[in-house]
């Protein structure tokens, strides 16, 4: 089996890649090029497309019919549809997916995903049409240890009290979410998994509150703004 990354640009590269290659990179693919590639392999394991702006549903649900793969990265592909997460959440070995950036995706991919038993890692930085009822869904998850939430999301307190009692949540970043307040810091403190938290731009996040939950969970690794919680590696 070909497990070192393979980075494929055109039909050619396609052509020659080994048909038991795991671990590919696509740049910029089309869809007929991401077609392609999955008709000539069939043991995929991850595969990054991140930037590949011109994929939509077309191709990328066909990503679903690869049972093996496990990390997949559609960061940028924002010609995609809520039916591309539906369909990837059904992926037996799924454990990392980044819709960074995707900026047509809703609440119904994350009710979608949060079906999910093996996700353990999901990145939405971009994705501003997410609000509490999507991210409220992702807290039932039984294996997710790694959220980022997207900037300037609806997203409050609401949210993160549900992520709170999330049975696995160990990262968790916020980042530009005004309507989190010290009240969802205080949500925070009944997360007793959660060991690093990072948060950006939260301007009704007071110092105070940071503070007090820090006092409750002092093994969490904090980073506000440019503050980080003493006597821990930095984040």
């Known amino acids: 089996m070909k497990t070192e990354s393979v980075t494929v640009w055109n039909l050619a ?16 693919l089309s869809d007929h090029l991401l077609l392609e590639l999955l008709a000539k392999c069939h043991q995929l394991r991850s595969i990054n497309l991140m930037g590949s702006e011109e994929l939509t549903d077309a191709s990328l649900t ?28 059904g992926l037996p070995q799924l454990k990392t997916l980044s819709l960074a950036w995707c900026y047509s995706i809703t609440d119904a991919s994350l009710l979608s995903l949060a079906r999910s038993k093996t996700l353990a890692k999901l990145l939405l930085g971009g994705c501003e049409k997410l609000t509490d009822e999507g991210v409220c869904a992702l807290a039932g998850m039984p ?28 990262t968790l970043r916020l980042s530009n979410l005004q309507s989190v307040t010290d009240a969802g810091m205080m949500a925070l403190q009944a997360a007793t998994s959660l060991h690093t ?15 007090k939950l820090h006092e409750s969970l002092p093994a969490c690794r904090i980073k506000y703004g440019s503050w980080e919680s003493p006597s821990v590696a930095p984040i």
């Open 62 to 89: 066909q990503l679903a019919a690869e049972r093996n793969l496990r990390e997949i990265d559609l960061g940028l592909c924002h010609m995609m549809s809520d039916l591309t997460p539906e369909a990837l959440a």
């Open 197 to 211: 938290l990072r948060i950006d731009g939260a301007s009704s996040v007071t110092m105070g509150g940071i503070e």
């Open 143 to 170: 294996n997710l240890e790694w959220l980022e939430l997207p900037e300037f999301g609806a997203i409050t307190d609401v949210a993160i009290a549900a992520l709170a009692c999330a049975p696995k949540l160990s």
């Open 13 to 28: 590269d396609i052509q020659n890649l080994p048909g038991d290659s795991e671990t590919v990179t696509g740049a910029n």
